[in-house]
T-cell receptor
Framework: AQTVTQSQPEMSVQEAETVTLSCTYD???????LFWYKQPPSRQMILVIR????KQQNATENRFSVNFQKAAKSFSLKISDSQLGDAAMYFC?????????WGAGTKLIIKP | DTEVTQTPKHLVMGMTNKKSLKCEQH?????MYWYKQKAKKPPELMFV???????INESVPSRFSPECPNSSLLNLHLHALQPEDSALYLC??????????????FGQGTRLTVV
């Protein structure tokens, strides 16, 4: 079975500081993609960053970066210089075997 | 144009009503999806259309009826819904369901309330 686990229901961080959101996954496939999506109160699901399983280099997108540990099946998201606009639900997702499997989500609170 | 447009944004309907949700994309994507999302939960897949053919129906009750008139449009027809069907309904599209590097683009959703 393919699963995605986000063990932190809620995280908070001071504005301008760094926060890391955790995600672990399980799949028997060798070819897969991992995604972090952000869903702010506006409801739209927005892709933050994605990682191809066969690439060892960690993906980065401006203030967002991932720590992809393939052997440990871990895919954490680091947000640097947190901004008020980063407040949202963050979902980790695995695309494998033609399915998109979602984690339960982490609510990120930014303290001004 | 990297948008998926959903209408309406909000819908309140009675249990005997018939209504439809609409989703449109002009990115040339050949896979389109309907998801149901309850508050603070991840989206749950309902239907997948691939090349305008229904390829997945995740055991969704027949009171939800999807339709894909063409490659850009996806509808969800609603009839005799129950209050527990109240949720955010998200539409998404991707280039091709069978490509591993497929990125899904989402609409803003329709907030449905069944009274």
């Amino acid at each position: 079975a393919q699963t995605v686990t986000q063990s932190q229901p809620e995280m908070s961080v001071q504005e301008a500081e760094t926060v890391t959101l955790s995600c672990t996954y399980d799949t028997s496939e060798s070819d897969y993609y991992l995604f972090w999506y952000k869903q702010p109160p506006s409801r739209q699901m927005i892709l933050v960053i994605r990682q191809e399983a066969y690439k060892q280099q960690n993906a980065t997108e401006n203030r967002f970066s991932v720590n992809f540990q393939k052997a440990a099946k871990s895919f954490s998201l680091k947000i640097s210089d947190s901004q008020l606009g980063d407040a949202a639900m963050y979902f980790c997702a695995l695309y494998s075997n033609y399915q998109l499997i979602w984690g339960a989500g982490t609510k990120l609170i930014i303290k001004p | 144009d990297t948008e998926v447009t959903q209408t309406p944004k909000h819908l309140v309907m009675g249990m005997t009503n018939k209504k439809s949700l609409k989703c449109e994309q002009h990115m040339g994507h050949r896979a389109m999806y309907w998801y149901k999302q309850k508050a603070k939960k991840p989206p749950e897949l309902m239907f997948v259309y691939s090349y305008e053919k229904l390829s997945i129906n995740e055991s969704v009750p027949s009171r939800f009826s999807p339709e894909c008139p063409n490659s850009s449009l996806l509808n969800l027809h609603l009839h005799a819904l129950q209050p527990e069907d109240s949720a955010l309904y998200l539409c998404a599209s991707s280039q091709d369901r069978y490509r591993v590097n497929t990125e899904a683009f989402f609409g803003q959703g329709t907030r449905l309330t069944v009274v």
